[in-house]
T-cell receptor, first 116, second 112 residues
Framework: DTGVSQNPRHKITKRGQNVTFRCDPISEHNRLYWYRQTLGQGPEFLTYFQNEAQLEKSRLLSDRFSAERPKGSFSTLEIQRTEQGDSAMYLC??????????????FGSGTRLTVV | SQQGEEDPQALSIQEGENATMNCSYKTSINNLQWYRQNSGRGLVHLILIRSNEREKHSGRLRVTLDTSKKSSSLLITASRAADTASYFCATPKSYNTDKLIFGTGTRLQVFP
């Protein structure tokens, strides 16, 4: 296992187009998280899954955003009708959240989205 | 909303010097974590300290936690140019979750 993998690394899209990002977590991890980070800021929580169940969505996640984690494996984050304000780094992380065996998140390298 | 706030926002030092970063948070926590982020990359987990611990070491890193003051510090000893990065503290949003809330980070520059 080589860690958390995110694709693509970079995405440039025109305003109004739809984009989809993929995250492959560490296979033993049951939790998967999406964060968004803009320049000079810390990561902001978007949503997370335990196995295939989406447990929480941030208010930052408008109706244009949707995330899935079919079969509790990889996850996709889709943004419909992109806006310039969606330009950011989208980070995926996974963790194994078990009592007495929790060691924090493992992050992927992120997908940088630029909306022009 | 930001749970943790790091201080200072930016720090510049020479190689070999020690770097200290501080983090304050607002709610009761069961752990606090520090992460490093190199420019344009994802975050790397450095260390996790639990609420019943006061100090933890990992190589050249030393983390302290004062739950009465709701604060933590990260000390990097004998810094190297490769330590240049942004450092974030993160705490669970509430006691029974591992959903992390990150601060705005300290940008550390280590000059050779």
């Amino acid at each position: 296992d080589t860690g958390v993998s995110q694709n693509p690394r970079h995405k440039i899209t025109k305003r109004g187009q739809n984009v989809t990002f993929r995250c492959d977590p560490i296979s033993e991890h049951n939790r998967l998280y999406w964060y968004r980070q803009t320049l000079g800021q810390g990561p902001e929580f978007l949503t997370y899954f335990q196995n295939e169940a989406q447990l929480e969505k941030s208010r930052l996640l408008s109706d244009r955003f949707s995330a899935e984690r079919p079969k509790g494996s990889f996850s996709t984050l889709e943004i419909q009708r992109t806006e310039q304000g969606d330009s950011a780094m989208y980070l995926c992380a996974s963790s194994s959240y078990e009592q007495g065996a929790y060691y924090g998140y493992t992050f992927g390298s992120g997908t940088r989205l630029t909306v022009v | 909303s930001q749970q943790g706030e790091e201080d200072p926002q930016a720090l510049s030092i020479q190689e070999g010097e020690n770097a200290t970063m501080n983090c304050s948070y607002k709610t009761s926590i069961n752990n606090l974590q520090w992460y490093r982020q190199n420019s344009g990359r994802g975050l790397v987990h450095l260390i996790l300290i639990r609420s019943n611990e006061r100090e933890k070491h990992s190589g050249r890193l030393r983390v302290t936690l004062d739950t009465s003051k709701k604060s933590s510090s990260l000390l990097i000893t004998a810094s190297r140019a490769a330590d240049t990065a942004s450092y974030f503290c993160a705490t669970p949003k509430s006691y029974n979750t591992d959903k992390l809330i990150f601060g705005t980070g300290t940008r550390l520059q280590v000059f050779p």
